[in-house]
């Protein structure tokens, strides 16, 4: 409802932070939220790292995006990002 229309909404920039595990905007490596083509904002029930329930952004949303600025700091993140 907040974006009308048929185009795709696209954010002029979006900060996204990077977990260990490679994750990011509550999108999982594995996980079949991956997959969401239809719809711009999802929610999980099954994450696997706390809060089991979260609300995210779909890929094609974060794709759309002018611009995306991944912040991923310290050791733990090092192989993720390498």
């Not at 696997?48 to 310290?74: F, H, I």
Request: no cysteine; proline share 12%; net charge negative.
């Amino acid at each position: 409802q907040a974006f009308p229309g048929q185009a795709l909404p696209r954010f002029d920039a979006l900060l996204l932070g990077v977990g260990p595990d490679g994750h990011t905007a509550s999108l999982f490596p594995g996980h079949a939220l991956l997959q969401e083509q239809d719809s711009l904002v999802s929610f999980l029930e099954d994450s696997p790292k706390p809060p089991p329930q979260r609300v995210t952004m779909t890929l094609p949303l974060l794709n759309a995006a002018q611009s995306l600025l991944v912040v991923a700091t310290g050791a733990s993140k090092a192989p993720v990002i390498k």
